[in-house]
């Protein structure tokens, strides 16, 4: 089953919507996926782990292996 931005991204990214400054709107399909690597790389151990930022809880491991999926699977909506 492919990843869907609509059931899949959007619940990760939305706890973190109102409280995260990026550029960027977090629920919007377009500016996430126009920014998906970005975001991978914020989001990552690979990348540090820089978001969200304390005192914000981390993204689950599984929600960030799920971004990557979508990632992978070229950011279905």
Same mark, same amino acid.
């Given at each position: 089953m492919r990843t869907s931005f609509a059931l899949d991204i959007a619940p990760i990214l939305a706890p973190y919507r109102d409280n995260m400054m990026w550029r960027f709107d977090l629920a919007d399909y377009d500016a996430v996926k126009s920014n998906a690597n970005l975001i991978y790389s914020k989001i990552s151990p690979e990348g540090g782990s820089q978001m969200p930022p304390a005192p914000l809880p981390p993204i689950e @491991?599984?929600?960030?292996?799920?971004?990557?999926?979508?990632?992978?699977?070229?950011?279905? @909506?």
């Open positions: @491991p599984s929600g960030v292996e799920t971004f990557k999926t979508w990632i992978d699977e070229a950011c279905p @909506p």
